[in-house]
């Protein structure tokens, strides 16, 4: 008896936070094609939210946006592609086409009789990560001590990020200037200010941006910060203290980071 027909399901990770799947893939198609997010989302069964967020991991995850979008919020504006993101879409479809060559023998070779039933499979395991902000970074300069060590690492143009690791940690993931890293940040962890009379603090990150989005619940609201160059951050903060803020879409605020909340990868 022949073996149901094999479908390749493609995911790419360059480490246990980066992925980048058939679901990521279709949602950047259907913005290619249809050139708005909310028809986008629509066309692949997302909410136009959960399409967002997608959106602003990818070009968290990647050294260059890969979607561009326009004002224009819910029902407006209009959504695109940038070079980057067409190449993302054609280096997958080379993937795909290769993996699937690759399926097509291994199903020939699963109808043949004498292999056992219990033959192994390849299977490509992923691993998500429960951060919300997850970024792509260059290593700038690592500072040393006796046990801790500050690592500066280039974000955006004129923005960088700073985490504190132990000393085992440097040696052991390799960090040093120049060094590809990914910062994982909590969105629980990021405390958002209005820019204007912000004044000192022990926060060492600061990170300067415009509100993209709010999206308030019965307790909690969810905020997002355009940071320029196609990159993000998001932050869960109290509704009172959304209310209290006035955070608006268009509002400048700064996201606080403490240095020891941020968690580094590598591949």
Not at 54 to 67: G, H, I, K, R, Y
Not at 84 to 93: I, K, T, Y
Request: with cysteine; hydrophobic share 45%; net charge neutral.
């Amino acid at each position: 008896m022949s073996v149901p027909e094999l479908e390749a399901a493609l995911t790419v990770q360059r480490d246990s936070t980066t992925r980048m799947g058939t679901d990521r893939l279709r949602l950047l198609e259907a913005i290619r094609d249809h050139g708005s997010i909310a028809a986008a989302a629509r066309s692949v069964g997302l909410s136009y939210k959960a399409a967002w967020e997608a959106v602003n991991a990818m070009n968290n995850l990647f050294s260059q946006p890969l979607v561009l979008a326009s004002p224009g919020g819910r029902h407006g504006g209009g959504t695109s592609l940038t070079p980057a993101g067409e190449r993302v879409l054609s280096a997958f479809g080379d993937v795909q086409a290769e993996l699937d060559k690759f399926l097509g023998q291994l199903a020939r070779r699963l109808e043949d009789p004498l292999l056992p039933s219990s033959s192994p499979f390849l299977w490509s395991l992923m691993m998500k990560t429960s951060a919300r902000n997850v970024f792509r970074c260059t290593v700038s300069h690592v500072i040393e001590g006796p046990v801790n060590a500050e690592v500066v690492l280039d974000l955006t143009r004129g923005q960088s990020l700073t985490a504190v690791v132990t000393e085992y940690s440097v040696r052991d993931l390799d960090l040093a200037p120049g060094r590809e890293a990914y910062a994982l940040i909590k969105s629980t962890f990021v405390i958002i200010a209005r820019e204007e009379g912000l004044g000192r603090t022990s926060v060492r990150n600061r990170l300067h941006g415009v509100v993209l989005s709010r999206i308030d619940g019965s307790i909690s609201s969810d905020i997002v910060l355009d940071l320029g160059d196609g990159k993000t951050v998001a932050a869960v903060i109290t509704r009172e203290s959304a209310e209290a803020l006035d955070l608006q879409p268009g509002t400048r605020a700064c996201a606080l980071i403490k240095a020891s909340h941020i968690i580094l990868a590598v591949d």
